[in-house]
């Protein structure tokens, strides 16, 4: 099932070219309360089966719009932490090395590299459309295309062969990076450069993890301005997402709503004001950004 967030906050399901609205359901179900968050939505429909029953149900006969018609919206505003893996990719290493002088990670054990991820803010969420916003303080900011984990369960010391029980979808998020001034070399400012309002871009929905098999098996493309400048495969992540579940939950408490961001690949490129970025992942769909300076 594809969840999406639309119009005036409302939880809908995406199928085929409509949009079916689920959280009145819910609603009516006693499953969720008037005046959700997609949090909520989130937590009823991957621990209460009676919850997803009902989603489903309303996902074929109920009330419907255009998908065309309606106003997408960041299929989560208020996950209780969004966690963002760094360097993920070899070719992404080498990249950043040349671009703007960073250390050499190249001898890290998979430990050590994902000791490296880091916290965005959640108030640097935005939706489809965007649109990112270019600090003025800044004459390089970047963009990343990546595989983002939506956590359903409540977990803790997961191994990595159970790892994908905490999951409950996939979405895609835009790390949007700051390079300059304070990106440059080993000054790790990555929460502050990463974390401006509008640099978190995340959608179009979230598919439910049952219709993707093997998210290490995805294609990433992403247009700018209509030329490709990325197509990579999630399998060439170094650190895996049962990895990457391992070690989180071996420090800490993952909770439903939770993101877990895996990285970007080679391939990101500088924005300009007017650019429009247009990424896709296998499975899961495409979403467009429009970029602009800061007023």
């Known amino acids: ?52 029953l009902v989603a489903r149900e ?19 505003t208020n996950p209780p932490s969004l966690w963002a893996a760094a360097a993920n990719y070899k070719a992404h290493q080498a990249e950043m090395i040349g671009r703007v002088g960073t250390y050499s990670r190249k001898d ?10 880091f916290l965005k803010p959640t108030s640097s969420i935005v939706g489809p459309g965007g649109p990112i916003v270019l600090p003025k303080v800044s004459k390089h900011v970047d963009f990343e295309c990546e595989l983002c984990a939506v956590i359903g369960t409540r977990s803790r010391k997961l191994s990595e062969a159970n790892a994908y029980d905490a999951i409950f979808g996939y979405t895609i998020c835009w790390d949007i990076s700051q390079r300059d001034p304070w990106g440059i070399g080993t000054h790790n400012t990555r929460n502050i450069r990463k974390g401006f309002d509008s ?13 993707i098999a093997d998210p290490q098996n995805l294609n990433i493309r992403v247009l700018q301005n209509g030329k490709e400048v990325m197509t990579a495969h999630t399998g060439d992540m170094i650190c895996n997402l049962r990895q990457h579940i391992r ?14 961001t895996t990285g970007t690949p080679a391939g990101v490129s500088r924005l300009a004001p007017g650019d429009k970025l247009h990424g896709t992942i296998d499975q899961i769909g495409s979403m467009e950004l429009d970029v602009v300076a800061d007023a």
């Open 1 to 52: 099932m594809k969840i999406c967030h639309y119009n005036a906050n409302q939880a809908g399901a995406v199928v085929g070219d409509k949009v079916y609205n689920i959280g009145d359901a819910l609603v009516k179900a006693n499953h969720i309360h008037a005046g959700y968050t997609m949090l909520e939505v989130i937590d009823a429909l991957a621990n209460n089966p009676a919850a997803m």
């Open 58 to 76: 309303a996902s074929a006969s109920g009330a419907s719009l255009p998908l065309a018609s309606v106003r997408l919206l960041a299929p989560i």
């Open 247 to 260: 070690f989180l939950t071996n420090v800490l408490t993952l909770r439903p709503g939770d993101l877990i």
């Open 108 to 117: 890290m054990a998979p430990d050590e590299l994902m000791a490296e991820f």
């Open 199 to 211: 640099f978190s871009a995340l959608g179009p929905w979230i598919v439910t993890k049952d219709e």
